[in-house]
C-alpha cells in the first residue's frame, strides 16, 4: 500500500472557477477526513466520512464546498466559485477506526492558489 | 471545542543539541499523534500515543493523560529534524483530530 494519495498536488485557479480535488485512502480504511491549513496555522477540521456516509461538517465548510465518497472509497472535495481566502493547503486523511483506536495517516496535499 | 497549545512556539538549536516540546490539551482525550509536517507541507506520522512512552530511534514521547499533556523528546538533532511539529487530539465523544498551534524547529548546522 502506497499510503494516501491525493491529486493533483498543486492547483492554480481564478477567481470564480471551480475546483475538484481528489484523495485515495489507504485500502480498507473506513474513515476519511478532510482538512483546510493556511499559511502559519495548523491544520483546520472540514469533514469526514465513515465509509460512504458524511458524518460531520465544520462550520468552515460553507455551502460552496461539497464533498463525496462514494462507495466508501476514493473521495473529492469541490469548491464552487473559488475566492481568493480559499487559497489553502488541502489535507486528507484515512484511519481505520477500531474502538478508541484511530491512527490517521495524511497525503501529501494539494496547495490551492486562488488568483 | 478542546483547546490544544504547544510550546515554544519557536526553537532554534544548534546541530546535536537535545530538545522537548510539550504539547497541553484541555479535555481528555483517547487519541493523540504527534507529526512533522515537511518543508512540502506533508504532515509524518511520529507517534501515535494516547498514553504511556514510546520511542523511536533519536526520538520518544510521553503522554500523561490524567494530568492533559505529552512530551516530544529529540535527541541529538539533525538538521534534517528542521520543521513544524504538531500534536494532535481526539477527545471523547469525539472522531476528529483538533491540531495543536505547533512548535517550528530550526536546527542549525
Known amino acids: 500500500d502506497t499510503g494516501v494519495s491525493q491529486d493533483p498536488r498543486h492547483k492554480i485557479t481564478k477567481r470564480g472557477q471551480n475546483v475538484t480535488f481528489r484523495c485515495d485512502p489507504i485500502?480498507?480504511?473506513?474513515?476519511l477526513y478532510w482538512y483546510r491549513q493556511t499559511l502559519g496555522q495548523g491544520p483546520e477540521f472540514l469533514t469526514y466520512f465513515q465509509n460512504e456516509a458524511q458524518l460531520e461538517k465544520s462550520r468552515l465548510l460553507s455551502d460552496r464546498f461539497s464533498a463525496e465518497r462514494p462507495k466508501g472509497s476514493f473521495s473529492t472535495l469541490e469548491i464552487q466559485r473559488t475566492e481568493q481566502g480559499d487559497s489553502a493547503m488541502y489535507l486528507c486523511?484515512?484511519?481505520?477506526?477500531?474502538?478508541?483506536?484511530?491512527?490517521?495517516?495524511f497525503g501529501q496535499g494539494t496547495r490551492l492558489t486562488v488568483v | 471545542g478542546i483547546q490544544v497549545e504547544q510550546s515554544p512556539p519557536d526553537l532554534i538549536l544548534q546541530e546535536g543539541a537535545n530538545s522537548t516540546l510539550r504539547c497541553n490539551f484541555s479535555d481528555s482525550v483517547n487519541n493523540l499523534q504527534w507529526f512533522h509536517q515537511n518543508p512540502w507541507g506533508q504532515l509524518i506520522n511520529l507517534f501515535y500515543i494516547p498514553s504511556g512512552t514510546k520511542q523511536n530511534g533519536r526520538l520518544s514521547a510521553t503522554t500523561v493523560a490524567t494530568e492533559r499533556y505529552s512530551l516530544l523528546y529529540i535527541s541529538s538533532s539533525q538538521t534534517t529534524d528542521s520543521g513544524v511539529y504538531f500534536c494532535?487530539?481526539?477527545?471523547?465523544?469525539?472522531?476528529?483530530?483538533?491540531f495543536g498551534t505547533g512548535t517550528r524547529l530550526t536546527i542549525i548546522p
Open positions: 485500502s480498507e480504511h473506513n474513515r
Open positions: 486523511a484515512s484511519s481505520l477506526a477500531q474502538g478508541a483506536r484511530a491512527e490517521a495517516f
Open positions: 494532535a487530539v481526539i477527545n471523547f465523544g469525539n472522531e476528529k483530530l483538533t
